[in-house]
């Protein structure tokens, strides 16, 4: 695929970027919302059009699989909010993680994981990888001598998450990306939490960002959906490998969503922050809470680091209950506004508790090191009015 943007548009502001990226109206109808176009696959003009296409020497689609011009808008729009030269479309957060680690990570070699990761990045490392033959090295990234003596010579990817999931630890993107330089060894940045809004892995020094979109990018709750950034060689063989090869594709209807909620992600991203940044002081002072962990907060252990490489906070918050799981039980049963589910970055709040539910494929003893407690609970903080996500979160409090 070399549809590459033009100088230009890599010179427009986030907001422009984010609302034209996918290079504006239909040239065909002049359609100004991105057209749809549900069909698999592509009548060909000719046989030896067809030919050539899948020799290589002519563009041109073939298979919603491996290309689909409203996937490729959006692989476009996010390409060019993260600053990189190539995006690769999944149908989740996972089938675009494993797409790198696959490409990247062959039998014998390892792979550094900082942790904590998402549960299921977690899972796939411990319980996938290894079938496979290839290492997971769960290392604790702010330790950075740590890092650099887990890397040997058969390290092929290092990965990060930050703020991670659901600590909301923060990584240090650019020191690590400076050891990965030394060792010649790509370094991949889980950006999910963040956005390309408030923090772009690639100018930091990351090889490869990966997001899930099922969060703030889709932004609705509405789509499950995954998608890499990285240079143009790395994605040509990504996208041959698990778009043509493993299949893991994203629909046109999921990736018009997504051109959607892209449109509004700065303000909603705005509104996430300004509420989650409320909500975090709002815990913070509450005689039942013990502590609270939100990037933005000056008591955040890593608050300088954030301050450094995000330009912005979020609306994802952490915070541990006093009392222990039966209260944080009772806590949660009796929510009303805030709703009870996984996932994140939805409009409506969404709470959980992540030592029982996204982070229940950690041991018992895993859950202890990486600090995800049976006090711990994450709350997406939605774009509800503030007074009511307080008055719920006070009455519930109240219960126990
Ligand atoms: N990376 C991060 C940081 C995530 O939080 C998730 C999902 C994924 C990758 C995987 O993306 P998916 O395949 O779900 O699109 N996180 C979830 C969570 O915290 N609750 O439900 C899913």
Same mark, same amino acid.
């Given at each position: 695929?070399?549809?590459?943007?033009?100088?230009?548009?890599?010179?427009?502001?986030?907001?422009?970027?984010?609302?034209?990226?996918?290079?504006?109206?239909?040239?065909?109808?002049?359609?100004?919302?991105?057209?749809?176009?549900?069909?698999?696959?592509?009548?060909?003009?000719?046989?030896?059009?067809?030919?050539?296409?899948?020799?290589? *020497? @002519?563009?041109?689609?073939?298979?919603?699989?491996?290309?689909?011009?409203?996937?490729? &808008?959006?692989?476009?729009?996010?390409?060019?909010? *993260?600053?990189?030269?190539?995006? /690769? &479309?999944?149908?989740?957060?996972?089938?675009?993680?494993?797409?790198?680690?696959? &490409?990247?990570?062959?039998?014998?070699? #390892?792979?550094?994981?900082?942790?904590?990761?998402? !549960?299921?990045?977690?899972?796939?490392? *411990?319980?996938?990888?290894?079938?496979?033959?290839?290492?997971?090295?769960?290392?604790?990234?702010?330790?950075?001598?740590?890092?650099?003596?887990?890397?040997?010579?058969?390290?092929?990817?290092?990965?990060?998450?930050?703020?991670? #999931?659901?600590?909301?630890?923060?990584?240090? /993107?650019?020191?690590?990306?400076?050891?990965?330089?030394?060792?010649?060894?790509?370094?991949?940045?889980?950006?999910?939490?963040?956005?390309?809004?408030?923090?772009?892995?690639?100018?930091?020094?990351?090889?490869?960002?990966?997001?899930?979109?099922?969060?703030?990018?889709?932004?609705?709750?509405?789509?499950?959906? !995954?998608?890499?950034?990285?240079?143009?060689?790395?994605?040509?063989? /990504?996208? %041959?490998?698990? +778009?043509?090869?493993?299949?893991?594709?994203?629909?046109?209807?999921?990736?018009?969503?997504?051109?959607?909620?892209?449109?509004?992600?700065?303000?909603?991203?705005?509104?996430?922050?300004?509420? !989650? &940044?409320?909500?975090?002081?709002?815990?913070?002072?509450?005689?039942?809470? @013990?502590?609270?962990?939100?990037?933005?907060?000056?008591? %955040?252990?890593?608050?300088?680091?954030?301050?450094?490489?995000?330009?912005?906070?979020?609306?994802?918050?952490?915070?541990?209950?006093?009392?222990?799981?039966?209260?944080?039980?009772?806590?949660? #049963?009796?929510?009303?506004?805030?709703?009870?589910?996984?996932?994140?970055?939805?409009?409506?709040?969404?709470?959980? %508790?992540?030592?029982?539910?996204? %982070?229940?494929?950690?041991?018992?003893? *895993?859950?202890?090191?990486?600090?995800?407690?049976? #006090?711990? /609970?994450?709350?997406?903080?939605? +774009?509800?009015?503030?007074?009511?996500?307080?008055?719920?979160? @006070?009455?519930?409090?109240?219960?126990?």
């Amino acid at each position: 695929m070399s549809d590459t943007h033009d100088a230009d548009m890599k010179q427009w502001g986030f907001e422009t970027k984010a609302i034209h990226g996918s290079g504006g109206p239909d040239p065909q109808t002049g359609a100004v919302s991105q057209p749809i176009f549900q069909t698999s696959t592509f009548a060909f003009r000719s046989a030896e059009a067809g030919a050539g296409i899948f020799a290589g *020497e @002519e563009e041109g689609y073939v298979y919603t699989r491996i290309g689909n011009p409203t996937v490729r &808008a959006l692989e476009k729009t996010v390409t060019l909010l *993260e600053g990189g030269e190539e995006g /690769i &479309a999944f149908a989740s957060g996972m089938a675009a993680t494993s797409a790198v680690i696959l &490409a990247l990570c062959d039998a014998g070699q #390892n792979l550094v994981l900082c942790e904590p990761v998402y !549960g299921g990045t977690h899972s796939l490392a *411990e319980a996938v990888l290894p079938r496979l033959g290839i290492e997971a090295r769960m290392v604790d990234a702010l330790d950075l001598e740590v890092v650099r003596d887990s890397i040997d010579e058969n390290t092929s990817l290092i990965w990060i998450e930050t703020p991670a #999931n659901p600590t909301l630890k923060i990584v240090d /993107i650019a020191a690590i990306a400076e050891i990965a330089a030394e060792r010649g060894v790509p370094m991949a940045v889980d950006n999910t939490f963040a956005t390309p809004y408030y923090q772009r892995p690639l100018e930091l020094g990351a090889s490869i960002v990966i997001h899930s979109c099922t969060k703030y990018i889709s932004g609705h709750g509405d789509v499950v959906a !995954g998608i890499v950034v990285c240079d143009n060689e790395t994605g040509e063989k /990504i996208r %041959h490998e698990s +778009l043509t090869d493993l299949g893991g594709c994203l629909g046109p209807m999921d990736a018009f969503l997504l051109i959607r909620g892209l449109k509004t992600l700065p303000v909603r991203m705005e509104q996430h922050s300004r509420n !989650g &940044a409320l909500i975090a002081d709002w815990l913070a002072s509450h005689p039942k809470i @013990e502590r609270v962990d939100y990037p933005g907060r000056e008591d %955040h252990p890593q608050h300088e680091i954030a301050a450094r490489q995000m330009s912005g906070y979020g609306g994802m918050v952490t915070f541990y209950i006093k009392g222990g799981r039966a209260d944080g039980a009772k806590f949660l #049963n009796n929510l009303k506004i805030c709703t009870l589910a996984v996932s994140l970055g939805d409009a409506d709040t969404l709470i959980e %508790h992540p030592a029982s539910m996204t %982070h229940s494929t950690y041991s018992a003893e *895993e859950l202890v090191k990486f600090g995800i407690t049976e #006090n711990l /609970i994450r709350i997406s903080v939605g +774009l509800e009015h503030m007074d009511d996500i307080v008055a719920d979160l @006070e009455q519930a409090l109240a219960a126990i």
